[in-house]
């Protein structure tokens, strides 16, 4: 490596002594450096000092209080805040229910409530839903929200097919304002989950006439306003003292984006965050040693999916996809993510409607699927599992060992979140994919021939179109419950495990959501001391 | 001198060009696509087939690039269209972390390389001289994660002194906060690159030493560490330079992998989410300004050497050019 610096020039040296400004100049390298050693180690020292000064945020007494900001570290951020077009639970969690209102919203239960309707109706065919206004709702422009806000924002989603929720409200005829605080939106046929879709993405309501832009600012009518967003680093709400319902209790909310669970730990650990979502399991037990955090697993909708490419050969085969489904010991999966996660047979986790107990279909049984696999002339079966790059690795691997237990030995192809997109979700080019379904009750999926499990079985589509029709919770339910247990039994995919993300939260906060945290994040209530 | 110049700017406006059309196809090489990004995973094919509509995805390459293009002639940088934020907003943004912790390494690096580095060449056949010499191949040998883990693990885990992730909220609004969020960062770079430096001083020392204008010096009674610091360590400082110049990319990397280690909203950390998002209208900008600055930066040391080094000149009038 080492170079020759001399220079290719004539044999006649063209330097000239200059030694005395030579000199300056060394003695003035010299003092800068040393200037530099010693700063640096004063300036460790101290720091050293500093370590016993009290966090700011904290008070003396522990009971909460009104007001203070809460530091909360989310690990996926939403690329932009546009709710109209951009996907990802990322952003529902931090501005629905915050920030955006829509005519229904979510409780902590996760059942349907009005928000910006006082009340609603429902016609018994199933067709017409009446919603009546609250009155003085406002808008953070400061504008009060009128009836035409409302069926402009719901007509715009149905007219626009690059808006979320469009597909979702697609039975929707008409939305018209039948007086200055009523809607009435009518349906072609009824569909069950139209209140759902509307507590969602499809049914936040906006301002007509603003013109904020939507992917960098926010103009909704919920108890907190957008107050900065630092991409790749943090989005802050404050409270929006205008607010036309019960104002929130915080003064602020940090949303910090932490990718690494290192990195989370250390910044909940050193007093930076007061809660932190989605904690990696592996680091669950560092959170449990301390007295100022409580860990909760919070329930989700999330499904981790070992989906089969049921449109390619050999996994075409039910007993081949029925193999490979009893050859995965799905309690120890969840064992390897610190329980982080409840066994399921089935699609449809216990949050959404149509939840029966299917774990018992195609359970663990390696020696039986041996046998399959043999009786189907598979028992060498070489595929190749696609993994987006972002997930833990241990569960993977994991599965690995299990399938080779039974003959099938698994490459593993690690791509980027954008690669899995092109490659499985829109080309199909895959045998087994491992991903995060993290959207509630999308059970549709597997209602779609197109979709990307090239699953197609005609009877679930019926009983899933008899769901949408239904017209009681009753009906969904059964009708749903039905579906998911034709789908166990055909072995599209093997549900690993509905995740239930660890949550660390200071024993200082108060009234933090424990159910569904990854997709909303209602914090109107929360408090910190 | 005049020409020299022209030559040298046309160059440099030819090696952007050259960099431009070699940025916008490599990326287009990557699988994915934005609109499937934005999208998402519930999404209609119809649904991404409209969004990519909407943003243009579907006109021809030609058109794509030299919108671009013509984009940077105006200085625009264009829009993040995941985002929808200016691109030049967010990389002066970013910067605000990058430019700090790539000063505050080089820093860090010159004060090893450069003390270290002339006295493993004026004791080069001493113990010594060898030790920082083995030492620093085999600190440059160190992969940049694992040297940041190790110093995650001292000084943050195990002293407890310097914060290992993360930098302050509001930005420098706090100095010292902030400049102690990037001390470890920039340790992590600084000491590996340092250790390259240190080499590179090393044999530029060695052969000064040797030099015979310094051998004259030293023929002249002066001592030979005089006679080094006196007649050597100019023409030491001049090639070092250069190489300072080279080094530019180097911290590039460097940014990069360490501002996804400690969690730096900086301009490394923004590239890797941009080209996971293929958000590749942003990412070409970016890296395009990236590129920039280093040209540049080679340009200007290379006008500055023709400025400072009278030899150069003598050269080329003897080869009879100028």
């Known amino acids: 490596m080492s170079q020759d610096n001399r220079p290719a020039g004539p044999g006649k040296p063209a330097y000239e002594k200059k030694s005395r400004s030579n000199r300056k100049v060394l003695y003035g390298i010299l003092a800068i450096i040393a200037a530099a050693v010693v700063f640096g180690v004063a300036f460790l020292v101290g720091q050293s000092t500093r370590a016993g000064e009290e966090k700011p945020g904290s008070s003396a007494s522990g009971t909460p209080t009104d007001g203070g900001s809460l530091r909360v570290g989310l690990s996926l951020e939403p690329t932009n805040l546009d709710v109209r077009k951009t996907a990802g639970v990322a952003l529902d969690q931090v501005l629905i229910d915050n920030v955006y209102q829509g005519l229904v919203g979510l409780d902590a239960t996760g059942d349907i409530v009005p928000v910006i309707a006082s009340d609603y109706t429902q016609s018994d065919d199933g067709l017409t839903y009446t919603f009546t206004l609250n009155d003085d709702v406002v808008f953070h422009s400061g504008n009060a929200l009128s009836v035409n806000d409302v069926v402009w924002s719901l007509t715009q989603v149905t007219e626009n097919e690059d808006f979320r929720g469009n597909a979702e409200l697609s039975d929707v005829t008409a939305i018209t304002a039948v007086d ?15 209140l759902w879709s509307l507590a969602g993405r499809a049914g936040l309501i906006l301002e007509e006439a603003s013109d904020v832009d939507l992917a960098t600012s926010a103009n909704g009518t919920g108890p907190f306003v957008v107050d900065n967003w630092k991409q790749g680093d943090s989005l802050t709400l404050k409270r929006y003292n205008e607010y036309w319902g019960t104002p929130a209790k915080l003064d602020s909310i940090v949303f910090r984006y932490i990718t690494d669970g290192n990195a989370a730990l250390n910044a909940a650990l050193n007093g930076d965050v007061d809660v932190q979502t989605a904690v990696f399991p592996n680091l669950v037990s560092q959170y449990d040693t301390r007295d100022d955090f409580d860990v909760v697993n919070a329930d989700s909708s999330e499904v981790f999916t070992l989906a089969y490419n049921s449109g390619r050969a050999p996994l075409d085969n039910l007993a081949v996809r029925q193999a490979i489904s009893q050859a995965i010991d799905t309690d120890a999966l969840i064992e390897s993510i610190e329980g982080a996660g409840k066994p399921l047979g089935s699609p449809i986790p216990s949050l959404d409607p149509g939840y029966t107990d299917l774990t018992k ?15 189907a002339g598979q028992s060498n079966l070489t595929l190749t599992l696609t993994v987006p790059n972002h997930y833990e690795m241990t569960p993977i691997n994991l599965l690995v060992s299990q399938l080779a237990d039974v003959g099938i030995t698994l490459n593993v192809q690690s791509v980027e979140f954008s690669t899995w997109l092109e490659q499985v979700y829109t080309n199909k080019d895959y045998d087994l994919s491992y991903v995060n379904h993290a959207e509630a009750r999308d059970f549709g999926n597997y209602a779609n021939p197109d979709y990307y499990f090239n699953y197609n079985n005609p009877a679930v589509d019926a009983l899933y179109e008899d769901s949408l029709s239904a017209t009681s919770d009753d009906q969904v339910d059964s009708k749903l419950a039905e579906a998911s247990a034709l789908v166990a039994a055909d072995a599209p995919a093997k549900w690993l495990y509905n995740y239930t993300p660890p949550t660390a939260i200071s024993t200082k906060v108060s009234g933090f959501p424990t159910s569904n945290t990854n997709a909303r994040l209602n914090l109107v209530a929360a408090t910190v001391s | 001198m005049t020409r020299f110049l022209v030559v040298r700017l046309l160059n440099l406006l030819l090696g952007l060009v050259v960099a431009s059309a070699v940025i916008f196809v490599t990326l287009r090489i990557l699988p994915g696509d934005v609109a499937a990004v934005i999208a998402g995973s519930q999404a209609s094919p119809a649904r991404v087939e409209a969004i990519r509509e909407s943003l243009g995805l579907n006109r021809p390459l030609l058109v794509q690039y030299w919108d671009w293009v013509a984009g940077l002639f105006r200085l625009d940088l264009g829009n993040s269209v995941v985002t929808g934020t200016p691109v030049a907003a967010e990389i002066t943004q970013k910067m605000q972390v990058t430019l700090p912790l790539a000063g505050l390494s080089l820093l860090i690096g010159g004060l090893i390389a450069f003390p270290l580095g002339i006295l493993a060449a004026i004791w080069n056949r001493r113990v010594l001289g060898r030790l920082i010499t083995v030492v620093s191949i085999t600190a440059a040998a160190v992969p940049v994660v694992w040297g940041g883990l190790m110093l995650i693990a001292i000084f943050s885990g195990w002293l407890g002194v310097l914060p290992s992730q993360g930098f302050p909220i509001d930005g420098w609004s706090d100095p010292a906060r902030a400049f102690r969020s990037l001390l470890l960062p920039a340790l992590t770079i600084g000491l590996i690159e340092g250790a390259v430096l240190l080499r590179f001083v090393r044999s530029a020392t060695l052969s000064a030493l040797g030099a015979d204008h310094v051998r004259t010096a030293a023929a002249r009674g002066l001592t030979k560490t005089k006679a080094l610091i006196t007649h050597g360590l100019p023409v030491v400082g ?17 940014a990069v992998v360490v501002e996804q280690l400690f969690n730096l909203p900086g301009i490394g950390r923004m590239l890797v989410v941009d080209v996971g998002n293929r958000d590749l209208s942003k990412v070409q900008s970016e890296i395009l300004v990236i590129t920039a600055i280093i040209l540049v930066v080679g340009t200007l040391i290379d006008i500055a050497h023709r400025i400072i080094d009278p030899r150069q000149l003598q050269a080329e009038a003897e080869a009879g050019r100028s």
């Open chain 1, 361 to 375: 279909v195609n359970a663990y049984d390696p020696e039986h699927a041996k046998q399959l696999l043999a009786e």
């Open chain 1, 180 to 194: 200055d605080s009523t809607v009435e939106i009518t349906l072609g046929q009824p569909n069950s989950q139209l």
């Open chain 2, 238 to 254: 001049l090639s070092l330079v250069s190489i300072l110049g080279l080094q530019v990319a180097a911290l590039v990397v460097g």
